[in-house]
T-cell receptor, first 120, second 114 residues
Framework: AQTVTQSQPEMSVQEAETVTLSCTYD???????LFWYKQPPSRQMILVIR??????QNATENRFSVNFQKAAKSFSLKISDSQLGDTAMYFC?????????????????FGKGTHLIIQP | DGGITQSPKYLFRKEGQNVTLSCEQN?????MYWYRQDPGQGLRLIYY???????QKGDIAEGYSVSREKKESFPLTVTSAQKNPTAFYLC?????????????FGPGTRLLVL
């Protein structure tokens, strides 16, 4: 079974600052994806970024980037130029792939989340 | 507009009652999932279905049941055997195929016990 750990229950930064959220995971699998999801007060889960384990290059999406360290089983999220709208719960999630070439997946395993507050 | 809809937004259950949460998607996704979220917790997987007429138990399936008679629909029934059903329930869907397994979520249903 996989486990995902987010060690920062809450973080607070000033608007326009850069913030890094931590995530570590434990698995014996070699073929998997990692995700960061954002959950604002509306409670809608929104995909932020995805990283495929077979890729060495870190994923980026505009102001969001990850630092994926496969050997260390670490997957941190960096938010640059933080904005008030970034205030939300952020969840790290793990997905094991059923087969390398055939696609398909089980469900996601989530961490407990980090509550990020962007102060004006 | 393509997306995932869940209804109702709020649902109240009396003791001993079964209730059904609806999840519909028009994204033509093959796979659908149900998760439960408790306060201060991440999401936990209840059931998932990768194709019509087939589904698998997740980590916390006890007290829940599902059906998948149509590709676009995956209803979740919370039975009277679920002793602590108060939670936020999220439905998700994804495509089936290499590199297309990203899950997208509906807006959720809040279930409260009277």
């Amino acid at each position: 079974a996989q486990t995902v750990t987010q060690s920062q229950p809450e973080m607070s930064v000033q608007e326009a600052e850069t913030v890094t959220l931590s995530c570590t995971y434990d698995t014996s699998e070699n073929n998997y994806y990692l995700f960061w999801y954002k959950q604002p007060p509306s409670r809608q889960m929104i995909l932020v970024i995805r990283q495929e384990a077979y890729k060495q290059q870190n994923a980026t999406e505009n102001r969001f980037s990850v630092n994926f360290q496969k050997a260390a089983k670490s997957f941190s999220l960096k938010i640059s130029d933080s904005q008030l709208g970034d205030t939300a719960m952020y969840f790290c999630a793990f997905m094991k792939l059923q087969s390398y070439s055939g696609g398909g997946a089980d469900g996601l395993t989530f961490g407990k989340g980090t509550h990020l507050i962007i102060q004006p | 507009d393509g997306g995932i809809t869940q209804s109702p937004k709020y649902l109240f259950r009396k003791e001993g009652q079964n209730v059904t949460l609806s999840c519909e998607q028009n994204l033509n996704h093959d796979a659908m999932y149900w998760y439960r979220q408790d306060p201060g917790q991440g999401l936990r997987l209840i059931y998932y279905s990768q194709i019509v007429n087939d589904f698998q138990k997740g980590d916390i399936a006890e007290g829940y049941s599902v059906s998948r008679e149509k590709k676009e629909s995956f209803p979740l029934t919370v039975t009277s055997a679920q002793k602590n059903p108060t939670a936020f329930y999220l439905c998700a869907s994804s495509e089936w195929g290499p590199y297309q397994e990203t899950q997208y979520f509906g807006p959720g249903t809040r279930l409260l016990v009277l």
